[in-house]
């Protein structure tokens, strides 16, 4: 089943019925809001939404390495070491929402 998301220029943008769909609208509608202050034009905006709710979670390497995305790109990396070590989604999901809220300390060796 689809969710259905409404703004002007795209009234019918369907939302994928996914568990992480809701999390990459919110972050494409926030990469497109830069973009839109940084005076992008409406087709790289529209290739930015499109970038951003295609984005493959186990592409790490697809992250930009900026500062702007230090915090998602580690956040990233350590929920994916959980599951390989034998976390469940749970949590890792809570891994990842503790480092992209600023909740943990410290650093570590596969964050450089």
Not at 27 to 50: D, P, T, Y
Not at 107 to 112: A, E, G, I, N, P
């Amino acid at each position: 089943m689809m969710n259905e998301k409404k703004h002007p220029e795209h009234p019918e943008f369907q939302l994928p019925d996914d568990p992480h769909a809701k999390h990459r609208y919110e972050s494409a509608m926030k990469h497109v809001q830069f973009a839109k202050e940084a005076g992008k034009s409406s087709e790289k905006i529209h290739e930015i939404f499109r970038k951003v709710m295609n984005f493959d979670t186990k592409d790490i390497e697809k992250i930009p390495q900026d500062e702007a995305h230090k915090k998602y790109r580690s956040a990233v990396i350590h929920a994916q070491k959980a599951i390989e070590n034998g976390k469940s989604s749970e949590e890792a999901h809570e891994i990842f929402a503790n480092i992209v809220s600023g909740k943990t300390e410290g650093q570590c060796h596969h964050c450089k």
